[in-house]
């Protein structure tokens, strides 16, 4: 059943080119995460995900956990069909994500929970990660998340276990590393909670300015743009993207979707209609913005409804693959373009 608001998936499209079409004239990426078991299963999933956009962003396997799960023994299958699905079809590979505090594979965690590996040798792991998983998609990943979610919304540093263990230079570390087994790739810092200027942006901002005055290659700000609309749209995000533009930097939409309390009506379809066009014109208001990559674009496959209770419908098109406003304003922003 059609929520309200949305248009049949067999209607005329609310415009005669796909976003993809519409991003390449506006001189932007339009990216999505893919879930690699719905790639491969499903025919109009696959489909959706070859015409409407010109990016992809693993979901998951490209994740520490997926690549590595077994200590010393890869498994790139997954990522690999992944890059492999974007180059048959003229796509551009985000890279997602080299360190985070979670999906870490259990013999990582477990020996630094028992003291089996200590900091010097936990150092040598996330360097030999690090080049390992940069060094095998070299020349094919043109945007790498390098250090994912290191601040805590009030600026401060998260206490994970690479600040226990490593203290602060393991971010300067991870992104030299990173630019030694690919000088080519753009490394990004990401997290979500920074679409506007505040305490955890700020803290963004101050941590890039001072490692690019010291030459490490930090050189794109990730902005997840993870919103909902029970909440009101997040001020001052273009003054935001502009003070990391000065910095010389790229920045990206890295991962966005708007969530709402179920169930759908067309009202809270229309305001969240309105956080995609706002984000989307923040990065196409910018040329160091480079991408808007979504973080899923069917309901169906979507992770709020299993992270969030009693909400969701937090992408593009619906359960049955329809157009919602959100799709229709996201195509007309790329229609107006820059």
Known sequence: MLVAGAQSASARPVHDASLRALADRADVRIGTAVDMTALADETDYRRTTASE???VTAENVMKWESVEPERGTYDWSKADELVAFARAHGQAVRGHTLLWHNQLPAWLTAGVADGSIDAKELRGILHKHVTAEVSHFKGRIYQWDVVNEVFNDDGSLRDSLWLQKLGPSYIADTFRWAHAAD??????LNDYNVEGVNAKSTAYYELARD??????????????????IQYGFPGDVSDNVARFAKLG???????????????????????????FRGLLDACLGSRSCKSFTVWGFTDKHSWVPGVFTGEGAATLLDEEYAQKPAYVAVGEGLREGR
């Open 249 to 275: 930097m790229q920045t990206a939409f890295t991962e966005v979707d708007v969530r709402m309390a179920l169930p759908v009506d067309s009202e809270k379809l229309a305001k969240q209609a309105t956080y």
């Open 211 to 228: 490692l690019r005055k010291q030459g490490v290659p930090v050189q794109g700000f990730g902005i997840q743009g993870h919103l909902s």
């Open 183 to 188: 000088p080519k790739a753009k490394l990004f």
């Open 53 to 55: 956009f010109n990016s």
